[in-house]
């Protein structure tokens, strides 16, 4: 028998199983044919990762892991969620060829010891072990912690699955006490992506800005870091071709990237190869310090959410990644509706330059939202605040970036009953949102409230917290409608010897559910 026959039986032979799969499977003919498509279903996600940066490098540094998982519907009886630490690599500076020394145990993606936890923490001593850091135990809408000090803890890698995986969170704020960068450090974990916007960034003397790259992935990534100043693109001499290795981090220096000396500038992390988190910790000699989160992505219009109400300082970073010029409507969104900051109506920003703007006291001692909107046509743009606190000797700094909406949902981990303040903002119309508090992380009962907020403000919202909560609580936030887009952040105080130690952390759409689209069987398909 020849080759050819041979083809002709196995083809005949593909198809009549093929066919009878067809058959067996093939929808009811006598089904309602309406010709109207059917929508996308919505469906709880599977698998989730995060990625926490490394939290300080002073010995001085008391940090908190917080997870937490909302309830899901239609999420199963299976799953677990945990943090592992990842290879610690040194700064990346002239050399990068040096900047992926271990110096730690690559910690493994999956599995590992079973974590022995008491009360829902466990310290970084045991994960040093091989041990997880953080090991998600108790029923989704119950908050874990973990604790650690010092400046040895690398950055972790982190993976939930089953009913731990759709909304996963996970908080780390950490305390340093004294020196460059004192005061409250805070940053929500984030997914891995391929590119990052940070305006807001500095290379100016007295700041300390390192962009940290971690690789959850079991292949290299190679990652390019560019500048943009008050004129452009900064020269840089190691920002190329950066390779983050295997399940590792690389906290990149930005004053050895360039030598100029710049208050502002906008940093772009770009992924050539896999993909990496990504997070710039902005220490300052005398203001404190905070993490950088990412800017939502380039836009016509843009929100950043929740100016602390105290602020006495607050300076706006807008950067243009195209060559067209950008001219953007300054607006406050304020509890009692839209105004605009006197002198500060408009901004210009040439495209490929970092444009800043000292805003001052803006909120002038209510809750308040800033939103950038297109004068005439509508070029896209990123951006970010940096917001100071306190007087003097005794001030801090935070960040606060353009934010992504809420969406169908938004959760914000590690709250305290008394240092944490809910921000939520409606700018394009009156939206309606439910409020949930969940049980504390030493126990409590989960509470839920709704509340209307008024087209074109900024309501602080008084989060109904159980009086049996205890230990730190979640947060999510849901609106009941989603063709009014809605902006949230949480700012977490802790003050300390009369310093107002704050961060804050803008609260975007937590990714719990995702859009299946529906499918049906063609076998036409097969003639093709």
């Not at 803006?362 to 950038?372: C, F, N």
């Amino acid at each position: 028998m020849n080759r050819t026959t041979l083809s002709l039986i196995a083809g005949a032979t593909a198809l009549a199983a093929v066919t009878g799969f067809a058959v067996l499977t093939a929808p009811d003919p006598t089904a309602a044919d309406d010709g109207v498509a059917t929508a996308a279903a919505r469906l709880p996600v599977e698998r989730s990762s995060l990625l926490c940066p490394k939290p300080s490098s002073s010995d001085l540094a008391e940090t908190t892991y917080t997870s937490f998982t909302p309830v899901t519907k239609g999420t199963g009886n299976e799953g677990g969620a945990a943090l592992r630490r990842a290879t610690a690599g040194q700064p990346a500076e002239k050399d990068t060829e040096e900047s992926g020394k271990d110096d730690g145990e690559e910690s493994e993606e999956n599995g590992g010891e079973e974590s022995e936890e008491s009360g829902g923490k466990e310290t970084a001593a045991s994960a040093k072990t091989g041990k997880p850091v953080l090991e998600h135990e108790k029923e989704p809408g119950e908050p874990v912690t973990a604790d650690t000090s010092g400046g040895e803890e690398p950055a972790l890698l982190g993976t939930a699955e089953g009913r731990f995986a759709p909304g996963w969170t996970v908080q780390q704020t950490t305390e340093v006490a004294a020196g460059t960068g004192r005061g409250l450090q805070g940053v929500t974990c984030t997914a891995p992506d391929t590119e990052f916007w940070f305006p807001g960034a500095s290379t100016a003397a007295g700041r300390t800005d390192y962009v940290h790259l971690t690789n959850p992935d079991g292949s290299a990534a190679v990652v390019d870091i560019e500048v943009y100043g008050e004129d452009g693109a900064l020269e840089t001499e190691v920002g190329e071709g950066i390779t983050v290795k295997p399940h590792s981090s690389e906290p990149v220096l930005l004053s050895t990237l360039t030598d100029e000396e710049q208050t502002d500038v906008t940093v772009h992390v770009v992924v050539r190869s896999g993909r990496v988190g990504a997070a710039v910790q902005a220490l300052d000699d005398s203001l404190g310090g905070d993490w950088l989160a990412a800017s939502a992505d380039p836009a016509g219009s843009l929100v950043l959410p929740g100016i602390p109400e105290d602020a006495t300082a607050v300076r706006l970073a807008v950067f243009t990644p195209g060559n067209t010029d950008a001219d953007l409507k300054v607006q406050l969104a304020s509890p009692s509706g839209l105004i605009t900051p006197a002198g500060n109506e408009t901004v210009h920003v040439k495209g490929g330059m970092t444009t800043a703007v000292d805003l001052g006291d803006v909120t002038r001692g209510e809750a308040g939202s800033l939103v950038l909107t297109p004068t005439d046509r509508s070029v896209p743009v990123v951006a970010a605040v940096r917001v100071l606190r306190g007087k003097g000797d005794d001030q801090e700094s935070a960040f606060v970036p353009a934010a992504r909406e809420v969406g169908l949902r938004a959760t914000s981990a590690g709250n305290t009953v008394k240092g944490s303040v809910l921000a939520v903002t409606a700018p394009e119309g009156a939206a309606t949102v439910k409020v949930t508090v969940s049980a504390g992380s030493e126990g409590g009962t989960p509470a839920s409230e709704t509340y209307t907020i008024k087209a074109g403000t900024t309501q602080n919202i008084e989060v109904p917290v159980p009086d049996d909560v205890e230990g730190t609580y979640a947060l999510t936030v849901e609106p009941e409608s989603d063709k009014v887009p809605v902006y949230a952040s949480r700012t977490l105080t802790a003050p300390d010897d009369g310093v107002p130690a704050f961060t804050v952390q803008t609260l975007p759409d937590d990714r719990g559910m995702v859009a299946v689209p529906h499918t049906e069987q063609d076998l036409s398909v097969l003639q093709k």
